[in-house]
């Protein structure tokens, strides 16, 4: 079983950056990919993006790519997600994912989330 722990979020004004992290802990655990999801107040919860630590490859949702970047720990037990020109619509309770028990398929495993308000 993989635990995973965010921290940052808060509050900051549009047009502003915030930085959440992610670190993963464990007995006897790996994980494939670790990636960040968001809830809105009222909406489902949606793909921010995600890193494969095989490949490396970074994938990103259409609506932060370009703002939003992931970066990965070479120990493949952590992640951060830069978060620039933030917008009100931005406002969610970010969390971290990964895939622990297989390299395809769904997320597995879930932090408990952190909040994230943009201001307008």
């Known amino acids: 079983q993989v635990q995973l722990v965010e921290s940052g979020g808060g509050l900051v004004q549009a047009g502003g950056s915030l930085r959440v992290s992610c670190a993963a802990s464990?007995?006897?655990?790996?994980?494939?990919?670790m990636g960040w999801f968001r809830q809105a107040p009222g909406k489902e919860r949606e793909f921010v993006g995600d890193i494969t630590w095989r490949t490396g490859e970074l994938t990103y949702a259409d609506s932060v790519k370009g703002r939003f970047f992931i970066s990965g720990d070479h120990t493949k037990t952590a992640v951060a997600l830069q978060m620039n020109n933030l917008k009100p619509e931005d406002t969610a309770v970010y969390y971290c994912a990964a895939r622990s028990q297989s390299p395809f398929g769904a997320f597995d495993s879930w932090g408990q989330g952190t909040q994230v308000t943009v201001s307008s």
């Open positions: 464990g007995s006897s655990f790996s994980t494939y990919a």
